[in-house]
């Protein structure tokens, strides 16, 4: 039946949190090929999923809006991101927008948290609330974002170090 089992939900930022972005890479992730995952970040989040927690990535992606790259190659890279992670996450969204369009999924905005939450309780039938969720990123748009979404927010290099990863076993 729908609805019956509330399910807590990691929310993570994308490069800088889960892979290294542009100030580990001196440039943007723009392919495949660029991928390159922290060290502990596959572990950490099955880590999380052990716990029962379902895990979705949430990425701003200018470079498709400002065309530096392509959806299909924005796609592939997050593929292989989760490749990386040896398929950790149950979703992962992404703002394919230039940042002046004014868009709702574009972080700090919330609506690609609010998006993953339809989309999973749609194929699982699980409920997603606030109160059971973090969202863990490395920029003040992922804090505002997760404030936006009213869920509590850690910092990337935090959780990545496994602080209060106690705390995660709601």
Request: aromatic share 10%.
């Amino acid at each position: 039946m729908t609805g019956d089992k509330t399910v807590p939900v990691l929310y993570c930022d994308i490069d800088g949190t889960i892979r290294h972005g542009k100030d580990e890479l001196g440039h943007f992730v723009n392919e495949a090929k660029d991928v390159v995952i922290f060290d502990g970040v596959e572990e950490l989040l099955w880590a999380y999923r052990a716990l029962g927690w379902r895990i979705v990535g949430v990425s701003n992606q200018a470079g498709i809006g400002l065309g530096y790259m392509s959806e299909e190659t924005c796609k592939a890279a997050m593929d292989k991101t989760n490749e990386l992670t040896k398929y950790a996450f149950d979703e992962i969204l992404w703002c394919p927008h230039k940042p002046d369009a004014g868009c709702k999924c574009r972080k700090p905005r919330a609506g690609l948290v609010h998006m993953a939450r339809l989309l999973l309780a749609q194929r699982t039938g699980e409920i997603y609330t606030s109160n059971k969720a973090l969202f863990v990123g490395d920029r003040p748009e992922d804090e505002e974002c997760a404030n936006n979404a009213h869920i509590n927010f850690m910092w990337a290099h935090h959780w990545r170090e496994g602080k209060q990863f106690e705390e995660a076993t709601v």
